[in-house]
């Protein structure tokens, strides 16, 4: 009499690690819109690069995905806390960061660049001497700033969020600043940016690591995995390509 409860025992557990398997995997991004990696849509809905290659990855690993926004200070905390399983949005892979969480493959990179007034002559870094320059914090832009161009002259003021950034430039509260340049050629397409330019691009240096991965818990081994595979299939089937060329105007993907 106690096979069948034990069977039925076994099936219930093998039922529910089933389903927890099936559980969506929850995809860390920024909570402050970041155009065209991610912003949302007309619907509400979170949208752009990134949000259409993480479903994408998900998809190549035959599992569903849930955008979670979260506060860019706390996204590294909010992973190691367990109420995200990846972080998607455009976090370079870097020795400090590697520290305290793990990465996937680089699927795509982008430099720094410098954007002020088209009638502004700028002489990168030794032009600076002066200026005021804005920079997102805990980001690439802000390490390279720190450990390059604290002796250029230039006065360095982070910002939370990148749009705050963007807005002190138009203002004039800022003479220049170091973005992403792929967001940067964005927000030149504003019709109120029509007076900015991008003045020159960071060189390759160690701040800004190997370029952008995932970012998940330290030893995940085997979500790394997968994602690293989904990964490839994604950039070699054209999929990450195409999404770069709609969102981007150019291609990114890092290939092998």
Known sequence: MKFPMMITAVTALALGHTAQAAEPLKVGISGEPYPPFTYKAASGDWTGFEVELAHAFCDAMGRECDIVPTGWSGIIPSLNAGRIDMIMNSMSITEQRQQVIDFTRPYYFTPGA?????????????????????????????????????????????????????????????????ADEIAMLQFLDRDEAEGFEIKATAPRHEAYGAGIGIGLRQADDELGEALNTAIATVIEEGTCASLSERYLGTDVCVYD
């Open 114 to 178: 410098y954007v002020a007034a088209i009638n502004a002559t700028l002489d990168i870094p030794e032009g600076l001497d002066g200026l005021t320059m804005g920079v997102q914090g805990a980001t690439t832009n802000a390490t390279y700033a720190r450990r390059e161009l604290r002796d250029s002259g230039v006065d360095i003021r982070l910002y939370n969020q990148a749009e705050q950034v963007n807005n002190d430039l138009l203002s004039g509260r800022l003479d220049v600043i170091l």
